[in-house]
């Protein structure tokens, strides 16, 4: 079967062939929340979910849960009837897709991931029907509008089990947030004040069968721009996360019952980089079809999204500037359905500048590099390039002899201290260079040590 290249991966982002299961992903059992009716609760056991959930959104940005109360029944019936829905002709899934009256409700079988086009067809609806969302990502149109999820016909019963289902992951989300807010130190309903018209919305996903599973992906690699998303998956088994550790994609085995829930970028924003979203990815079986469902619980429109006022200070600056919701989400859906030949919009796009210490790296004698790391940093700072950045002459002392490197295009300096001073973790599986050469990167972390002690 000829495959249309729209499908084909880059060569950098197949999925290799050999897959990794870790066994050491969060599994955390909710059932001590259950117990609260029948006793006072486990004070205890609960200071101790909430440190693991703090410890998993912190190292791996995402885990599973067990016993969180929601019927194992409405899943299942939710399941069924998503596979009676795909299963009808192109045409009868047709009579609900989205168009540009109801462009995110419904049926769609040609969304982008990173404008390479997934191997897969979804319905979607949103938990509050309707739903206000602003009618366009323009930041000066304030025009808002109610959207109203399309139910098909047949099968008749996919609203009743979409909406039962909406019910019960509803309270399992918010007892999650609440959980989130505690692990942060911070109230349990310190979040809860967001989601007052909340904007969540349930996807179902039918990943067909394909014939090259090794070149194309059900959903590209990712991250969720929501606060947080609570996926059930089927026993087929596809979803990859990428491991903070080593950036390797690791295969979350399905666990009978349970829910991989991701921190999304919001808490990643609201938490001031305490918690990060993690990159995640469907991968496709050649013979089995797959369905997955994820819940994504998503604030109001018109919520503005940055580091929470309680979790800064003089020495933890906010890293973001303020952002609006909507108008996020809004820019977000433009780029999904369409190839776009401009960038998605990211949360990085609203990390704040640090003009202050990117002058002072820059004129600093004191840092010590070898010719060698000059020429990866340059690399790094140019892959971290903007359009309104400037053209930078680098300069470091090289063992004694000053090397001056010229960039050929203007440097995002901003982003490359940035990446100095608060990425150096993440550098390590970044930058591909950078992993295989620990002992450079060490002198890297020595240079970040001398630019802090020079208080820039
Ligand atoms: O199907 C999966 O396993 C992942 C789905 C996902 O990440 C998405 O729909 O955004």
């Known amino acids: 079967m000829e495959v249309d290249a729209v499908f084909i991966q880059a060569t950098k982002h197949c999925p290799k062939l050999a897959v990794v299961e870790a066994d050491d992903i969060p599994l955390i059992d909710l059932s001590v929340l259950k117990s609260h009716n029948s006793s006072e609760p486990d004070a205890t056991a609960i200071r101790l979910l909430i440190y693991e959930i703090g410890e998993a959104c912190k190292n791996w940005g995402f885990f599973q849960v067990i016993n969180h109360g929601v019927p194992f029944k409405r899943r299942k019936n939710l399941e069924i009837v998503a596979r009676k829905f795909f ?218 999204v940055e580091p929470l006022e309680e979790l800064i200070d003089d020495q933890n600056l906010a890293k973001y500037k303020p952002y609006n919701w909507g108008k996020f989400f809004a820019t977000r859906k433009r780029c999904n359905f369409q190839k776009l030949e401009v960038e998605n919009i990211q949360i990085s796009h609203f990390r704040r500048r640090q003009w202050k210490a990117v002058k002072a790296v820059c004129s600093s004698s004191l840092v010590q590099t070898t010719h060698k790391h000059n020429q990866q940093l340059l690399n790094l700072a140019l892959e971290l390039s903007s359009p309104d950045a400037q053209a930078f002459d680098f300069s470091f002392n090289t063992g004694g002899e000053k090397s001056t490197v010229k960039p050929q295009a203007p440097i995002k300096l901003e982003a490359f201290i940035l990446f100095l001073l608060d990425h150096r973790e993440r550098a390590k599986h970044d930058y591909e260079q950078l992993k295989k050469t620990v002992d450079e990167l060490q002198a890297f972390e020595q240079n970040v040590k001398l630019v802090k002690e020079l208080k820039l």
């Open 87 to 304: 299963a009808m002709s192109k045409e009868e899934k047709k009579k609900v897709s989205r168009d540009d009256v109801i462009p995110f409700l419904g049926y769609y079988d040609t969304e982008h991931t990173k404008n390479v086009r997934d191997w897969k067809e979804v319905f979607d609806l949103t938990v509050e029907n309707p739903t206000l969302f602003p009618v366009s990502h323009e930041p000066d149109d304030k025009e808002l509008r109610e959207y109203i999820n399309q139910w098909p016909k047949n099968p008749p019963e996919l609203r009743e089990e979409c909406e039962h289902y909406a019910e019960e992951v509803q309270k399992l989300a918010y007892k999650l947030l609440e959980l989130i807010s505690m692990s942060l130190g911070l109230p349990a309903n310190h979040l809860n004040g967001f989601y007052n018209d909340h904007t969540s919305f349930i996807r179902l996903n039918h990943y067909p069968p394909c014939p090259v599973p090794h070149l194309a992906l059900g959903v590209g690699g990712h991250k969720d721009a929501g606060a947080l998303t609570i996926l059930a998956q089927d026993d087929v088994g596809g979803f990859e996360v990428k491991r903070k550790t080593d950036g390797e994609w690791i295969r979350v085995k399905p666990t009978h019952d349970a829910y991989i829930i991701n921190v999304g970028d919001i808490i990643q924003v609201w938490s001031n980089d305490r918690y990060e979203s993690v990159e995640h990815r469907a991968t496709l079986n050649s013979k089995k079809d797959r369905i997955s469902i994820p819940f994504f619980f998503n604030p109001a429109h018109y919520t503005i």
